[in-house]
């Protein structure tokens, strides 16, 4: 069992930055695929950003291109998802989540672990 802990979020303004992190308990994280989603309330899981197991290969919403960019380090386990130039409506709780599937995937339900979450705030 893959467990994934996020941290980062918080309270910021619109146009601010924040950098949010996901550690996985996997000795085997370099194997895994890596997706970052959100859910603001009321809503559905939202794919935000997904990256290969190498980090040679990413893909993003297109409502986040050019301001959020995901990467990884395998030496730490980690996957990161940089935000930049925040909107209001980019206030969610972000779920990073693994899959060992081959390919990028960007549903939700092909996910197979996913974390708790972190909330991010972006005030306007």
């Known amino acids: 069992q893959v467990q994934l802990v996020e941290s980062g979020g918080g309270l910021v303004q619109a146009g601010g930055s924040l950098r949010l992190s996901c550690t996985a308990s996997?000795?085997?994280?370099?194997?895994?695929?890596m997706g970052w989603f959100r859910q603001a309330p009321g809503l559905e899981h939202e794919f935000v950003a997904c990256?290969?197991?190498?980090?040679?290969?990413?893909y993003y919403a297109d409502s986040v291109k050019g301001r959020f960019t995901i990467s990884r380090d395998n030496s730490k386990n980690t996957v990161y998802l940089q935000l930049n130039s925040l909107k209001p409506e980019d206030t969610a709780v972000y779920y990073c989540?693994?899959?060992?599937?081959?390919?990028?995937?960007?549903?939700?339900?092909?996910?197979?672990?996913w974390g708790q979450g972190t909330q991010v705030t972006v005030s306007s």
């Open positions: 989540a693994a899959h060992r599937r081959s390919y990028l995937r960007r549903v939700w339900g092909e996910y197979d672990y």
């Open positions: 996997e000795r085997t994280f370099s194997s895994l695929y």
């Open positions: 990256i290969s197991w190498s980090g040679g290969s990413t």
